[in-house]
């Protein structure tokens, strides 16, 4: 794998959905030159919203947190490209989207803590990506192929 294979779990959460903001975020990403490797239309259960949170359980905020992102259909997505991980949590800005920097995807689109649009791995939890790719998709839902701008993006591509 070259350094720009780095993968990242990525969710337009319900009120993104809701709000029509998932063509957003994917164009956002998109054009960053990140590349989108697998996505799924989906409604979260209890079971699963509670595995993806479960670092939370502990948390007061925890029940209102999988009642929230079990409350509609979401777009969860794997995004692939050099520090991916890490660029996209830039992207989407500071956790509550009040302290978030105008330009990042909470700063531009949300007000309220509970509800900030948008869910990426966390990069400063070692393998989170992985584990919450392999929560959401099987190998075989993860599609590999060249972009045909990646020269354009990459030097040493
Ligand atoms: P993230 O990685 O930036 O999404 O933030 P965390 O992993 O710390 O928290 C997960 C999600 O829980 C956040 O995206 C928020 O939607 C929600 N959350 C975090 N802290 C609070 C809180 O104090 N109250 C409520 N209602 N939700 C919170
Ligand atoms: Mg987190």
Redesign the pocket.
Known sequence: MSHHDERTFVMA?PDAVQRGLTGEIVTRLEERGLKLVGAKFMQIDQKLAEQH?G??AD???FD??VE?ITSGPVMAMVWQGADATRQV?QM?G???PADAAPGTIRGDYGLD????II??S?HEDEGANEREIELFFDEDELVEYERSDEPWVYEDE
Do not use: S, V, W
């Not at 803590?113 to 900030?116: D, K, P, T």
């Open positions: 959460k949170y670092e939370h948390k007061p905020f209102e947190l929230f949590r989407m500071a956790t509550d803590l509970g509800q900030n869910h990426g966390d």
